[in-house]
């Protein structure tokens, strides 16, 4: 019997601005920023990048080279790429994580 596995696009479950905002905060939750960009850049292609570029005023060029692993998107860019996707960057107070030490009795 032979698995089947097939290829998984998470932009394809990107479907609602709910969806893209819980998506964008898990990944700014790891501080990694090009692990971001490249979330962004899946967000992007979710929303299609055509018609992102659109929206925004910036060349497709410009949100692919932003937005890949590598990339390194300017405040601006990402302003103008949250505001057209529907969502907003906001702020909260850092809380380190609880680590919980295991007792032994």
Same mark, same amino acid.
């Given at each position: 019997m032979s698995d089947n596995i097939y290829d998984y696009?998470? *932009?394809a479950a990107l479907d609602s601005k709910d969806a893209i905002a819980i998506f964008l905060a898990d990944a700014l939750e790891t501080g990694d920023s090009g692990y971001i960009a490249k979330a962004m850049g =899946? =967000?992007?292609r979710a929303k299609?990048? *055509?018609e992102l *570029?659109?929206?925004t005023g910036l060349s497709r060029e410009q949100l692919y080279r932003s937005f890949?692993?590598?990339g390194n998107p300017t405040l601006k860019t990402m302003l103008a790429v949250t505001r057209a996707l529907g &969502?907003?960057?906001t702020t909260r107070p850092h809380q380190?994580? &609880?680590v919980v030490q295991n007792s032994q009795a």
């Open positions: 696009d998470p *932009a =899946v =967000v992007a299609g990048m *055509a *570029a659109r929206e890949s692993g590598q &969502v907003d960057l380190e994580p &609880v």
